[in-house]
Structures are given as structure tokens and as C-alpha cells.
């Protein structure tokens, strides 16, 4: 039997995007001295034309046993843009193993599919005027919906970065870097003015003197939209420690990771406190204490991040913000690839273990850190496998 209502059918649309990229580039190859830069710098110019096929949930009066008949009125939208976006890329290497690289770009993030859906449903909110004046003695109500937007433009930044980078050895490194990215456009949802006048809706009944409940039809729909202004920055450390560097008895041994500290900022609503972006961790840090030496590869690795803004399915398949709490997941690994003269010579064999200390997905309640509403666990992972080489 279908379901009636009206966010089951507008969960059928379909989207599409035809993407033409053209581009000029110059590349740069110059002595300094002792020293060479090289590089290139460009720019792309990107076309889009998306389009989406959705429905309007739309009220048709009402089924034989007094459920609302909720049909998918047809709904397309199309819209089209261009980005500009150049580039430079600068790398600066010294004969004493020292590389200075600098980046400036404007960048882009295209929408996630299920925010460009050309969809609409709807329904009254009853005891809800909506900024209506209600009369006194009468019960009012509103009506509100939510929808994609298929006119969404993409995330576009300004960026640059900075890199400073040290080599030694034949695989040690140590590398700092700096990354700042202006926002200029992102993507988050927000009740907007939406007039449904001469939309299909479901009379919401009398009140409890048996007066026809009064309706709002001057809403809101939720919606993903464009803003403007928002921040990302920090700073990132990163390397590879072979302990042969400091003496040959530990040849084989080594260590490589990294850690990093992001600072997010936006704010959609003017006079509102900023949001953290959602997705990123103010710290996130990971770290591989190796062995690799006569075929032999054993290697344990963990990797932290703090606590974040992640993007969650709640209730219906909608998806919904919470705070996800710290995690560290910790991941080993021990192989052995057959050596050259051996009868097995190419064959390569290892175990591997993820997750080992079975750590959950906890998200708080935002009205009170102490309450749960999210604790996923997913268990320990083991793998073996085996290639082969000729």
C-alpha cells in the first residue's frame, strides 16, 4: 500500500549535471642561484547546468477511511553558472634539502546531491500564527514546508597555503604548514518566506469552540541555501622518522604522522553566534610506529580527533547536526613479502586488525552534554590477504 505522507513522496527525485571545464596553464621552471622554483599558475573556467525532477507533496482531499490522499505533483528545476578560478603554485628547492611551496586558489565544493532535489512538501502548524495577528478567542495556524533547492551554487573559498618543508636521509621529512580559506559562499538551511497561497492544503479542523482554525498561508520553507562570510584556518605539522638516522642498529625501525589544528567559523544568521563548520575536528592527530626490514612489515597506528559538528540521518532519513564526541581508533598491521631467490618469490601475505579497541560513536544531546542520544558501536575488524607479483 503507498505511503500517504507527504515526506515519503517526495523522497523520489533525481538530479543531474552536465560539467564543461576549460583551462589555460603556464608552468615555471627557473634557477636562483643554487636554488629552483618551479611551479605553474592558470586558471579553469568550469560551466554547469544542473536539473532536477522532483515532486509537491500536495493534499487531494481525502481517502475513504479519512486518511489525507497525498499526491507527488510534477516538479523541475533547472538552473546554470560559471566559475572563474585561478591559480598559482610556487615550489622553492634548495640544495640543502630545504622546499618552500605557496599556493593561492579560488576553490569550490559542489552541493551534496539530496540538497539540489527538486522537492516540496507541506503541512499546517497548528497554535503557530507565523507572525500572523490572531485574532483574540480563535486558534491559528501556519504552514510550513521543506524542499532541496536546485539553484544551489557551490562552497567557493579563497585559499592559500604555506609550506615548509625538510628532507633528510633517503625518506625522513618534516614539514609545517599554514592554510587560510576565505569563504565566499557555503551551504547551510534556513527558513525562508514561502507564500502558499493557491496551494492544496488540508483544512486543520475546528478548535475547541468549533470554529474553523484560521490559516497562515504567507509560511516558511526550509531550505539549503547560499551564505556568505565564513573562516578556515590552522596550521599542520607532518613527518617521517626513520630511527636508522640516528643509528644503523635501529635500521628498519621508524615513526610517521601528524597532527593538525583547524579553526572553523560561520555565521548564518546576521547577529547570531558563529557555528562551527560541520565535519571538522579542532584537532585531529595520527600516528605509525613501523617496522620494515628483510620482508618483514609490522606497523601499529592511532588516530585521534576532537569533538565536531558531524551530519547524522534522524528520524525519516532527514539528516540532522549533533556534536559528536572525541575519538581514537587504533588499526595494526603485520605482513611478510617472500624474498628473491625463495620458491615464493612475488607472493606477499599479511593480518590486519581495525578498530581494536572497539570504539563507539557517541553524539550529545545540545541541551545537555551529559545525555546520549547517538552510542554506535561497530566492532573489531580482521583482515588477511595475500598478492602476488610476477
Known amino acids: 500500500m503507498p505511503n500517504p505522507y507527504g515526506d515519503v513522496v517526495v523522497k523520489a527525485y533525481d538530479v543531474s549535471e552536465k560539467v564543461m571545464t576549460t583551462y589555460l596553464q603556464g608552468n615555471i621552471d627557473q634557477d636562483f642561484g643554487s636554488s629552483v622554483l618551479t611551479g605553474n599558475f592558470g586558471v579553469q573556467a568550469i560551466f554547469t547546468d544542473q536539473n532536477s525532477n522532483g515532486a509537491t507533496a500536495s493534499f487531494a482531499g481525502t481517502n475513504p477511511n479519512g486518511s ?9 528545476e533547472s538552473t ?7 591559480s598559482l603554485n610556487l615550489s622553492l628547492r634548495t640544495d640543502s ?19 539540489l532535489r527538486a522537492t516540496l512538501s507541506y503541512g499546517t502548524t497548528v497554535g503557530d500564527p507565523g507572525g500572523m495577528v490572531c485574532p483574540t478567542g480563535r486558534t491559528c495556524a501556519v504552514v510550513r514546508g521543506g524542499s532541496g533547492n536546485p539553484e544551489l551554487r557551490p562552497w567557493r573559498a579563497n585559499a592559500a597555503d604555506l609550506t615548509f618543508e625538510k628532507y633528510f636521509g633517503s625518506s625522513g621529512y618534516v614539514a609545517v604548514q599554514l592554510f587560510y580559506k576565505d569563504l565566499k559562499s557555503y551551504i547551510y538551511n534556513q527558513d525562508v518566506p514561502f507564500d502558499f497561497t493557491g496551494y492544496p492544503i488540508q483544512a486543520p479542523g475546528n478548535d475547541g469552540n468549533n470554529l474553523p482554525i484560521i490559516v497562515n498561508y504567507m509560511g516558511t520553507v526550509n531550505a539549503p541555501i547560499n551564505g556568505e562570510g565564513g573562516k578556515l584556518y590552522g596550521a599542520e605539522i607532518a613527518g617521517t622518522l626513520p630511527f636508522s638516522t640516528f643509528t644503523s ?7 610517521t604522522g601528524g597532527a593538525s589544528y583547524t579553526k572553523t567559523k560561520i555565521q548564518p544568521t546576521p547577529g547570531a553566534p558563529p557555528e562551527d563548520i560541520p565535519g571538522y575536528s579542532k584537532w585531529v592527530a595520527n600516528g605509525t610506529a613501523y617496522f620494515e626490514k628483510w620482508g618483514f612489515n609490522a606497523r601499529a597506528s592511532a588516530r585521534y580527533r576532537s569533538s565536531f559538528i558531524g551530519e547524522l540521518s534522524g528520524f525519516g532519513g532527514a539528516r540532522v547536526r549533533r556534536r559528536a564526541r572525541a575519538e581514537t581508533i587504533i588499526d595494526a598491521q603485520i605482513g611478510y613479502d617472500f624474498q628473491p631467490g625463495s620458491a615464493l618469490e612475488g607472493l606477499s601475505i599479511f593480518v590486519q586488525g581495525q578498530n581494536l579497541t572497539d570504539e563507539p560513536f557517541v553524539t550529545d544531546d545540545p541541551r545537555d552534554a551529559r545525555a546520549v542520544i547517538d552510542y554506535q558501536v561497530y566492532g573489531r575488524r580482521f583482515l588477511a590477504g595475500a598478492s602476488f607479483k610476477f
Open 80 to 86: 546554470d553558472y560559471i566559475d572563474v578560478l585561478p
Open 97 to 115: 634539502d630545504f622546499v618552500i611551496r605557496f599556493a593561492l586558489a579560488r576553490e569550490i565544493v559542489r552541493p551534496r546531491l539530496d540538497d
Open 68 to 76: 489525507p490522499n497525498i499526491v507527488g505533483i510534477p516538479r523541475r
Open 249 to 255: 642498529a635501529l635500521d628498519g625501525f621508524g615513526i
